[in-house]
């Protein structure tokens, strides 16, 4: 979402939102109904600019990039349908596994189609901050997370690094093997400018934000934390990070279905992860 807001100069990085706890609509028909979209602090976060917005997942923030609010017109559905394909989420990446799931980026064709109703400003604040309808597998946001890690190349990824044969000759002799190329799917979709201020803000989430468990690895990380709400007081555990920041070699996604918060529980288990792989290279 910051990506696309920022490549659309829907914002710039030193603009700021004012948080103060979500934001108020009023039911067009009858002004009496008001649908509130809360932050998930109460009081909210002040006013925040994109960096600490990622770092804090100030949901104001998000809402008001995604579906526009006050003098921020918005990306928009289309738009946000958009540059979530580009980074690979709503259809297949083509693994070379069977089973893969395409996922699901809702639009108003979608939802007339499915669900007979109407598209409202409610459905795109929601989409915004990965709630609603949308459904996304850890592949594809692994892959994304990859993408803005390494300055804007989307691969397809790959669980077979190399196709390897007998020789027919001795144990000491090397088997003929074949290389299995990267596939890029799409690269340059967003400026490497902008992505790097979404990593300042992966960054920024790990030296004050919701992965501060991160801190302390041997290595500089970055990442974001997601808590995706499935049913009343219900809610899946997401972390998906970088490292090391500097020199990103990487990616590790975590979700705990019905785990509760990213920041409690997701995170904990990355940094068991990130742990052990950079012990392993000392």
């Given at each position: 979402m910051a990506s696309a807001a920022l490549q659309e100069n829907v914002i710039g990085p030193e603009k700021t939102i004012l948080s103060t706890g979500g934001i108020d609509i009023v039911n067009k028909y009858n002004n009496e109904i008001i649908y509130t979209f809360g932050d998930w602090k109460i009081g909210g976060h002040g006013a925040v600019n994109v960096i600490k917005a990622i770092a804090e997942s100030v949901n104001t923030y998000f809402y008001t990039i995604g579906g526009g609010h006050g003098d921020v017109k918005g990306l928009g559905v289309e738009k946000i349908k958009k540059y979530l394909?580009?980074?690979?989420?709503?259809?297949?990446?083509?693994?070379d596994l069977p089973g893969e799931k395409d996922g699901l980026i809702p639009d108003p064709r979608?939802?007339?189609s499915v669900k007979g109703e109407n598209w409202y400003i409610g459905d795109t604040y929601n989409i915004s901050i990965g709630q609603g309808d949308i459904a996304v597998t850890p592949l594809q946001v692994t892959a994304a997370v990859a993408a803005i890690a390494n300055g804007g190349t989307l691969y397809q990824p790959k669980f077979v690094k190399k196709i390897a044969e007998p020789s027919g000759k001795s144990d000491e002799q090397e088997e003929k093997f074949e290389e299995v190329a990267p596939k890029i799917i799409g690269q340059g979709f967003v400026s490497a400018k902008n992505l790097e201020i979404v990593r300042k803000g992966m960054r920024e989430a790990v030296i004050s934000g919701s992965s501060r468990a991160l801190y302390d690895l041997p290595v500089k990380a970055a990442g974001k934390t997601g808590t995706a709400q499935f049913a009343k007081n219900k809610t899946h555990a997401w972390f998906s990070g970088f490292a090391p920041y500097e020199n990103p070699e990487i990616v590790v996604t975590v979700l705990i279905e019905g785990g509760g918060e990213g920041s409690a529980a997701?995170?904990?288990?990355?940094?068991?992860?990130?742990?052990?792989y950079f012990e392993r290279q000392k």
């Open positions: 394909g580009l980074f690979g989420w709503g259809g297949a990446l083509g693994v979608w939802k007339e997701a995170v904990p288990v990355a940094k068991e992860v990130l742990k052990w």
